[in-house]
DNA sequence: GCATATTTGTCCGTATGTATA
DNA sequence: CTATACATACGGACAAATATG
């Protein structure tokens, strides 16, 4: 089964059999196959992936380090589920990370990028295929941040972009979230392209000030 | 030896045994003990420290995500050599942070924080004790951060700063790198309380431009 | 280039401590 | 309070990959 797989990749690739599993299981968390605060046994999962539970833990220790599962000693490692003060810490991170991307004279190759994602979502909104929007979205969202041209930045908002998935996740109705921010993005993406950077970080400002409180209005009662 | 300490701060605490093997091979990083570019024996260090393998595996992986370590397939792993693109990244990312943070209104906490590092820099200046001033400068940049006042941007700041701490560890002389700079923080600071952002942020990229600069300058031939 | 020694990657069994029904 | 289930940590084992002579 993984096993041989494993040795496979092992072979021709660089990872190791953890981060192998770490994937797996980032992809699940990821889609919400696994939901936010249900716990992960060890037992149950290194059987059903065929590895060892000490090989197991090194994966639940990669993906705790990126904030998507939450070690409780003694008790096990849980699926995070963010709180109100996560999420607000999350947008003050975003508007940091993608203020600083929108006042750079941006490359034309990103905004090719941005440009696609963002397409992408106005499509998948046609289609009334909010899973598409969401997804077109984020992406929409990393091609921003990339504008800054670091690698470690946008290894950041990756992360922050998974654990954002979190809280959609828990929320009632992701769809009606995501919907009135494409024309949004419609508007930044102007603002970017037309070389005004002042306003599109205000504008910018503006948004993530709004998303954040639709997030937080829509996420509170759940907890 | 290390286990009834381990029991003990578990007992009271909430950290892992993994975990607090990791805390204890940071510190060794930071203060250079461990160089960069030097493997790390999973045997030798599980039996200095009194630990299991796997448990020391753990750990190593923690310290993986954070960058300090390098993990080479088969290999073993290796405290990180942060090569010259990697400083230029961080480099970049202190742009963002910092730029985002001295635009903010400052609170009067958090300003009392970043004058106490900074007038422990100068103090230990006249001292000439230049280990002194490194470290009093890298937590005058830490708090500097802090104005962001997200428990995130705060974290991967540390995460930052301790990995150019490995740039410094390999440089010739890591003193007079620091020196002029601690000037320089004072005329920030000076900008930023009174009240004058885009000033502050326009002196503050000068400052990185010019320390990335006589870093790489430094760095380049020790590769 | 080959044979050998070393080290990592992975797994297993087990003992202990902790949380919860 | 006891019992149970589970995570934590250890030590040993072996194969595979790598380094060494």
Do not use: C
């Not at 639940?60 to 008790?75: A, D, P, S, T």
């Not at 979502?121 to 992406?139: F, L």
């Not at 929409?140 to 990756?158: D, G, K, T």
């Not at 979190?166 to 921010?181: G, I, K, Q, T, Y």
């Amino acid at each position: 089964m993984l096993a041989e797989l494993s040795q496979d990749r092992v072979r021709l690739g660089r990872s190791s059999t953890a981060e192998r599993v770490a994937d797996i299981l980032r992809e699940r968390i990821s889609e919400g196959a696994f939901r936010p605060g249900q716990r992960l046994s060890e037992e149950g999962i290194s059987e059903a992936l065929g590895v060892s539970r000490n090989t197991l833990r090194e994966s639940f220790r990669l993906l705790g380090h990126e904030r998507l599962l939450e070690h409780k000693l003694n008790r096990g490692v849980f699926v995070r589920l963010p709180s109100a003060e996560d999420v607000a810490d999350l947008y003050r991170v975003r508007r940091v990370l993608e203020g600083a991307a929108v006042r750079r004279k941006p490359g034309e190759r990103t905004l090719a990028v941005i440009n696609e994602a963002l397409t992408d979502a106005e499509r998948a909104a046609e289609q009334d295929d909010w899973q598409a929007v969401g997804t077109a979205n984020i992406r929409f969202h990393q091609a921003i941040v990339s504008l800054n041209e670091s690698p470690r930045l946008n290894e950041s908002m990756r992360q922050l972009l998974a654990e954002l998935r979190l809280v959609f996740h828990v929320m009632d109705n992701p769809r009606a979230f995501h919907e009135p921010f494409v024309a949004r993005n419609r508007v930044l993406l102007g603002l970017i392209e037309a070389g005004r950077p002042e306003e599109a970080a205000a504008y910018l400002d503006d948004y993530l000030d709004e998303a954040e409180r639709q997030l937080i209005h829509a996420y509170e009662p759940n907890r």
